[in-house]
């Protein structure tokens, strides 16, 4: 099966998503182990990624991103009974 680049780059993002998943849920459970309250760590990793977002892709895709988390939040997509990978 022949795949476009489109699909190619739909799988290599996918698979940087996991990754990234991964990475912050170790991270998370090293915080949690040290005693770290979810709130803190919550915090810290948004004002850390929102940072980072304004650095490269500046004002209007943080207030994008935080819109796109907004409509998931709302939408129930991070309940976690329907967490999925």
Known sequence: MDRGLSDIDVLIREEKRLTAVESYEDAWAEGRAAGIEPEIMADAAIATALG???RTAG?????ALLERMRERLVAGEFEPELRIH
């Open 59 to 63: 004002e209007t895709g943080a207030l």
């Open 52 to 54: 980072e977002l304004m």
